[in-house]
């Protein structure tokens, strides 16, 4: 089945101590991202990846790091959490954007991790 | 940035009515996205729309483009209550997607 997962759906943590999201799709996509959901602010993108080792900044990329070392996985680093980065957290993956050809480009998401930092 | 912004924020109706809703953007953009999300959960994608596109039809689902105006509807008909549940349109320009705010549909048995 094709699916994005994200590891844990979960979290509860304290403010400074390092955590990991992980994200893995089979769908063989090269454009990868990630997304907080925060209630009246929609989808804000944090970090997106266009293919292995090519990451590039969202809108709100502060106090969060990326690395896309295989196609199949985008893990989401927080090294220093704060209470301002307790959100809904989003990965998605979709095909490689080709502006302007005739492509779908359907963007899928992974179930949601929820966090919540002390 | 925000650049999609959804109108109206909330939408009540009746199970068996039509469900309209909008979304503006400011920029230039390569294709429109609509997407649906259940409480809590990831979103699933709905339709896609290219800049040189009108309009575009799955299922009870019309949307309608209109770059000059630059603005997107849309269009759900007789809603059912499985369609509860917040609607984002995201538009694409280059290689990032914008995403709106979001309607909250709510269908009322």
């Known amino acids: 089945e094709a699916q994005v997962t994200q590891n844990p759906r979960y979290l509860i943590t304290v403010t400074g101590k390092k955590l990991t999201v992980t994200c893995s799709q089979n769908?063989?996509?090269?454009?990868m991202s990630w997304y907080r959901q925060d209630p009246g602010l929609g989808l804000r993108q944090i970090y997106y990846?266009?293919?292995?080792?090519?990451?590039d900044k969202g809108d709100v990329p502060e106090g969060y790091k990326v690395s896309r070392k295989e196609k199949r996985n985008f893990p989401l680093i927080l090294e220093s959490p704060s209470p301002n980065q307790t959100s809904l957290y989003f990965c998605?993956?979709?095909?490689?954007?080709?502006?302007?050809?005739?492509?779908?480009?359907?963007?899928?998401f992974g179930p949601g991790t929820r966090l919540l930092v002390l | 940035s925000q650049q999609g912004e959804e109108d109206p924020q909330a939408l009540s109706i009746q199970e068996g009515e039509n469900a309209t809703m909008n979304c503006s953007y400011k920029?230039?953009?390569?294709?429109l996205q609509w997407y649906r999300q259940n409480s809590g959960r990831g979103l699933v994608h709905l339709i896609l729309i290219r800049s040189n596109e009108r309009e575009k039809h799955s299922g009870r689902l019309r949307v309608t483009l209109d770059t000059s105006k630059k603005s997107s509807s849309l269009l759900i008909t007789a809603s059912r209550a499985a369609d509860t549940a917040s609607y984002f349109c995201?538009?694409?320009?280059?290689?990032?997607?914008?995403w709106g705010a979001g309607t909250k549909l709510i269908i009322k048995p």
């Open positions: 990846s266009m293919n292995v080792e090519v990451t």
């Open positions: 920029t230039s953009i390569n294709n």
């Open positions: 769908m063989n996509h090269e454009y």
């Open positions: 995201a538009t694409r320009s280059n290689y990032q997607l914008i």
């Open positions: 998605a993956s979709s095909l490689y954007p080709l502006i302007g050809r005739v492509r779908q480009e359907t963007q899928y």
